[in-house]
């Protein structure tokens, strides 16, 4: 079991940075997948980014390549999502979610669709205004 607690979202300007973290408690942090979704209203659940579990290798949605950045510490059990030139279709609820413990994500990619991932957080608000 983990538990996942995001912070870090606000009402920024287009062009702006936000770094959102998510924090874990639980067992075996190190052994989870950890990603990040977002909710826009109206919308489905999208996947931005994932890691595995040893953090060697990242995957992002094209829609935030380049501009957003996805890392984890295992050892203070975080993850974090650092977003930079934000747009206002970044507008959204932001989630962290994990899956496993299993060492099949140390080697092989996190899921991109959401209902693969067991735990969740309640979500931070981003919000870019033009």
């Known amino acids: 079991q983990v538990q996942l607690v995001e912070s870090g979202g606000g009402l920024v300007q287009a062009g702006d940075s936000l770094r959102l973290s998510c924090a874990a408690s639980g067992r075996s942090f190190s052994r989870y997948a950890m990603a990040w979704f977002r909710q826009a209203p109206g919308k489905e659940r999208d996947f931005v980014a994932a890691?595995?579990?040893?953090?060697?290798?990242?995957l992002y949605a094209d829609s935030v390549k380049g501009r957003f950045t996805i890392s984890r510490d295992n050892a203070k059990n975080t993850v974090a999502l650092q977003m930079n030139s934000l747009k206002p279709e970044d507008t959204a609820v932001y989630y962290c979610?994990?899956?496993?413990?299993?060492?099949?994500?140390?080697?092989?990619?996190?899921?991109?669709?959401?209902?693969?991932?067991?735990?969740w957080g309640q979500g931070t608000q981003v919000t870019v205004s033009s």
């Open positions: 890691i595995r579990w040893s953090g060697g290798k990242t």
């Open positions: 979610a994990a899956v496993g413990p299993l060492a099949y994500y140390n080697d092989n990619d996190p899921p991109r669709t959401w209902d693969k991932y067991g735990y």
